[in-house]
């Protein structure tokens, strides 16, 4: 039997991804935006999704909808938002704006897992946020002995292409075998990653929709990965049935043949200067890709790194390989929506070598599962915010509604026009 996992706070699924390819299996993920669980929902249709504020989420809530019972959670992970910061002198854990952490240990003592993982910003451990990093240790070690120093993980020394550095805590149940952090293994560069993918301009009907059939090049070793090309598999997480002949999450943005011009002129590398957007270097790793603001704040766009042959910003699915996210894994059809989706999340090669460090304190000897897994239905990819909301049952309200004017989606080509 394959261990228990439950991702709280778990957007479109990078972290369950992640843990999943270290051989748990993840019954819940909890998550308050009916358009990431529509996307979770369809990557991981044996994982029950609860669409819902943490707040309102008790652990008894979770163990019914996971049909888990009272049996014993081997893990729970997530990286709470962490919005605000007290004073020096008051107490940064009683701000009212950290809530979602308080809640994140709340769920956390109520489930009574073996292993806790958070993952956040490394900003958390500078300056006067360390103070509230130190209280929620204080908090946790009531019952779980943390691992000391936490770290600061760095995606691109575990096989990612890209510069992402998040803070991770881990806790064991006390009494338990405590883990390790990973140790670096190994850099991937942006042209391993993204090489062998098309040009989505040479294809026009990405310009109405996000897939197409086409012809892929020759892959390195990492594209195999995510191609999951080969008889053995390199992970052990379970096998998507899906078409490797599509090429999926690729609409193509509209750039305006100036801003082609001033792309094509910048170096490797370099930040264009109108713009301000970033050259990818073939031979470097990519910069941290960034989810945008939230729909209450104007839904901006996060500036895309100019592809390092093409004279335009990269699609989804290249920000995808640059994310470590394998090919069968689909984002919302819309840019605004995918980006805004692996800009926050974990990536999974990253979250698999900490939840490899977990699987070996469990002395877990997984196996990879024999079976595969048909992905959910393509219907769950399109919903707007208003139909993902009714599909959930959940009010429309509980993500405040994107802001759909010229300050939204094309944001990103008028900086560059």
């Known amino acids: 039997m394959r261990a228990i996992g439950i991702d709280l706070f778990a957007g479109a699924g990078g972290m369950s991804l992640g843990f999943e390819q270290a051989g748990f299996d993840i019954a819940a993920a909890v998550e308050i935006d009916p358009v990431h669980c529509a996307t979770h929902e369809f990557n991981f249709p044996n994982c029950a999704i609860l669409c819902s504020d943490i ?41 009212p704006r950290n809530s979602l952490v308080r809640h994140y240990i709340r769920i956390v003592r109520e489930i009574a897992p073996k292993y806790f993982v958070f993952e956040n ?58 883990p390790e952090y990973p140790n670096p293994t190994k850099r991937v560069t942006v042209a391993e990653a993204i090489a062998d993918i098309p040009d989505a301009e040479q294809f026009p009907e990405l310009i109405y929709k996000d897939s197409v059939a086409v012809t892929f090049g020759s892959p390195s070793a990492y594209a195999r990965l995510l191609r999951e090309l080969g008889s053995k598999p390199s992970h052990f997480g379970y096998r998507r049935r899906y078409n490797p002949g599509l090429l999926t999450s690729s609409m193509r943005a509209d750039h305006t043949e100036l801003s082609r011009q001033r792309f094509a002129a ?25 989810a945008g603001t939230n729909t209450d704040r104007g839904a901006f766009t996060s ?28 984002f919302h059809v819309t840019k605004w929506h995918g980006f805004r989706q692996i800009g926050n999340s974990v990536p999974p090669h990253l979250a698999r070598a900490v939840a490899t460090e977990i699987a070996k304190a469990l002395r877990l000897r997984p196996v990879p599962p024999r079976e595969a897994i048909e992905l959910g239905d393509e219907a769950l990819l399109g919903m707007t915010l208003a139909r993902a909301a009714e599909y959930y049952g959940v009010p429309s309200t509980v993500i405040a509604r994107r802001v759909r004017t010229a300050n939204a989606e094309s944001a990103h080509e008028r900086r560059a026009a």
């Open 55 to 95: 707040a309102t989420v008790s652990a008894s809530q979770i163990r019914s909808c996971a049909e888990i019972g009272r049996r014993d959670v081997d893990v729970v992970f997530g990286g709470a938002p962490c919005q605000g910061f007290s004073m020096i002198g008051q107490r940064a854990f009683d701000d």
């Open 121 to 178: 910003v490394k900003g958390l451990t500078l300056g006067r946020h360390r103070q509230f990093l130190d209280e929620m240790i204080s908090q946790l070690s009531r019952d779980y002995d943390v691992l000391l120093p936490y770290r600061v993980l760095n995606a691109a020394d575990f096989g990612v292409p890209q510069d992402r550095r998040r803070l991770f805590l881990i806790g064991a149940r006390k009494g338990l075998r405590l």
């Open 266 to 290: 910048t170096e490797y590398g370099q930040t264009e200067p109108v713009s301000r957007f970033h050259k990818l270097d073939p031979n470097g790793v990519c910069n941290t890709l960034r």
């Open 303 to 330: 500036p895309r790194p100019i592809h390092y042959l093409y004279p335009r910003c990269i699609t989804v699915r290249e920000a995808a390989r640059l994310h470590s996210y394998p090919d069968w894994f689909r």
